[in-house]
């Protein structure tokens, strides 16, 4: 499974961006997609996902601010961030937990990240 990130840039404080996350490959069964960001010095944190019944998460510091939109039909999951921060910079990466071949467990998978740059 290979999960590949579009979207991130350079953008205002206050303004918007959309990030989308596709994902291809075989695979069994999608899981729960979502988004982590790791800031400059900072561990990796969760930003949103979503279950494959629809179900959200979001982190507290982007909890109605962002939202995490998922396509079943196209494996993509995208992620529409209003009113940033300059904190809400870092790298974003798109994670998907996917069921390869059944019976095999779930694994987990990342893309390689999308920079975005919110300035003052």
């Known amino acids: 499974v290979q999960l590949q990130a579009f979207g991130g840039g350079p953008v205002p404080a206050g303004g918007s961006l959309r990030l989308s996350c596709a994902a291809s490959?075989?695979?069994?069964?999608?899981?729960?997609m979502g988004w982590y960001r790791q800031a400059p010095g900072k561990q990796r944190e969760l930003v949103a996902t979503?279950?494959?019944?629809?179900?959200?998460d979001y982190s507290d510091a982007v909890k109605g601010r962002f939202t995490i939109i998922r396509d079943g039909a196209k494996n993509t999951v995208d992620l529409q961030m209003n009113s940033l921060q300059p904190e809400d910079t870092g790298r974003y990466y798109c994670?998907?937990?996917?069921?390869?071949?059944?019976?095999?467990?779930?694994?987990?998978?990342w893309g390689r990240g999308t920079l975005v740059t919110v300035s003052s």
């Open positions: 994670y998907g937990s996917f069921v390869v071949q059944i019976p095999e467990r779930p694994r987990d998978f």
């Open positions: 490959g075989n695979f069994a069964i999608r899981r729960t």
């Open positions: 979503i279950t494959s019944s629809g179900t959200t």
